[in-house]
């Protein structure tokens, strides 16, 4: 069978930087799992995968914009320290994320990753890690299946088609 829309496909994956640095690996993991076109994973490599079969080898690299998109310095924001908690303070560091109002959308929430902290302010990123980075992928199909009723209506969002 071939990967098409409403598949479900499994496998093995390592995602490297353009220096050849391993980002992510699903090597001594299960397969990674997905239900093809239903946007599951990221797109660029969504749309390499189309047509494979078991067995088959990829490797692609996707760009950034087919990936999580470029990087936005809007969302790179400064954050009052007092904004925050006094017991949550004491845990800023760069890397600790926590959760906010979007940057250009104070309806929507983001996930902020700290970048750097001053006297009086921290210095936090909305941007995805990856944005601006093209990815590049090695990947082994290891099944395509016909996905179950029962998965197609989880993967939209409950309704049966």
Excluded: C, W
């Excluded at 760009?63 to 800023?92: H, M, T, W």
């Excluded at 959760?99 to 936090?124: F, K, S, T, W």
Aim: negative net charge; aromatic residues 6%; charged residues 20%.
């Amino acid at each position: 069978m071939n990967i098409a829309p409403d598949a479900k496909v499994s496998f093995h994956y390592t995602l490297q930087d353009a220096e050849g640095q391993t980002i992510d690996s699903s090597e001594g993991r299960d397969p990674l799992s997905y239900i093809h076109g239903h946007g599951q994973i990221v797109g660029g490599l969504e749309s390499a995968l189309e047509g494979r079969v078991s067995g088959d080898h990829v490797d692609v690299v996707v760009a950034a914009s087919d990936g999580y998109g470029a990087f936005n310095k809007d969302l790179v924001v400064q954050i009052a320290l007092e904004a925050f908690p006094e017991e949550a303070r004491g845990q800023l560091q760069p890397g600790v994320q926590f959760q906010g109002p979007h940057p250009q959308d104070e309806n929507q929430g983001a996930i902020y990753r700290v970048v750097e902290l001053q006297d009086e302010a921290v210095v936090a990123d909305a941007n995805h890690p990856l944005a601006g980075v093209d990815l590049h992928f090695s990947v082994d199909v290891v099944t395509v299946d016909e996905a179950s009723p029962e998965e197609l209506a989880q993967v939209q969002g409950g309704q049966e088609e």
